[in-house]
């Protein structure tokens, strides 16, 4: 009876693993769902953007933004900040700008964030010169990405994950 028993058992059990083999792969791959196409061909067009590497550079309207609506401050580029949940100096910032770039009405702003899981996000926005309320176009975590060619390369190659609504 234990001879019968024995090949089945090891039947379910290298299902089981396959089934993991197969499945884990797909969880932990991102994907770009939420970006139309009209702004990814912009977003593509890396000679429509120029990068900066200070939040002086940036409108507070695209600033608060990163925050959520709130005050809009990140701390500069190599600059202190709060990276853990354990905040050890209350004055320091919880979110830190990488990178951003600007081309004609958008920003791209590549960002961490603290907290219990130190995590990379993108904003991308609109804000015309009319004075108008800056608009989300796409938001999206993953990084950490060095500049906009980074960036770009990992637009193409689907590095980045925009299938959530992350906290900024």
């Not at 702004?39 to 900066?52: G, I, P, Q």
């Not at 939040?55 to 005050?71: E, M, R, V, Y």
């Not at 960036?151 to 900024?168: I, P, Q, T, V």
């Amino acid at each position: 009876m234990m001879a019968v028993l024995r090949p089945a058992m090891y039947t379910k059990q290298v299902s089981l693993y396959l089934l993991i083999a197969v499945a884990i792969p797909s969880l932990c791959s991102a994907d770009v769902t939420k970006l139309s196409a009209e702004e990814r061909k912009a977003l593509l067009d890396a000679s429509r953007f120029h990068e900066v590497r200070s939040t002086t550079n940036l409108p507070s309207a695209i600033l608060a933004l990163c925050d959520g609506g709130g005050d809009g401050k990140l701390a500069e580029p190599g600059q202190k900040w709060n990276a853990t949940d354990a905040i050890t100096d209350p004055t320091l910032l919880g979110k830190r700008l990488i990178w951003a770039a600007t081309g004609v009405e958008y920003y791209v702003v590549h960002y961490e964030r603290g907290g219990i899981a130190h995590t990379y996000h993108i904003l991308v926005a609109k804000l015309t010169k009319d004075g108008a309320k800056p608009k989300v176009v796409w938001r999206a975590v993953g990084g950490p990405l060095k500049d906009y060619a980074a960036f770009l390369d990992a637009l193409r190659s689907g590095k980045l994950d925009d299938r959530l609504e992350y906290a900024h």
